[in-house]
């Protein structure tokens, strides 16, 4: 059940960080009148932690955030799955006598014939 409700959290979590990222150059385009602003911002094309490292040079906080939670979260789902706990299972098998031959002899009245269709 935890494996579920954090799956559902990451789901919607890239949605937030997707439209944070996406309104980054909006944002200083219109509140900085830089014009080329938005071609310069280019959080999509880079992995998470590139993302983080350029968000806080260029000093967008909320960029920051969202990547540095994306980040958080990514590890939690790596962790939550390679903490299962190892037990061991009793497994009973059946014993069977099993009977074994010193030598093949196949037998004689084996009609090859009924094999073929």
């Known amino acids: ?9 990451i789901a919607l979590w890239m949605q937030v960080d997707y439209r944070t990222k996406q309104l980054a150059a909006w944002k200083e385009f219109c509140f900085h009148g830089v014009a080329d602003a938005d ?5 999509f094309s880079k992995i998470n932690v590139m993302v983080l490292v ?8 909320k960029v920051t955030t969202a990547a540095l939670a994306t980040l958080l979260l990514q590890a939690a789902a ?21 009977v074994t ?3 093949f002899s196949p037998r004689l009245d084996f009609n090859t014939r009924a094999l073929d269709p």
């Open 1 to 9: 059940m935890t494996n579920t409700v954090l799956a559902v959290t």
């Open 39 to 43: 071609l310069k911002i280019d959080y």
């Open 54 to 61: 350029s968000s806080v040079k260029k000093g967008h906080w």
């Open 78 to 98: 790596i962790l939550s799955t390679s903490l299962l706990e190892r037990q061991s299972v009793p497994v009973s098998y059946p014993v069977n006598n099993i």
């Open 101 to 103: 031959l010193a030598s």
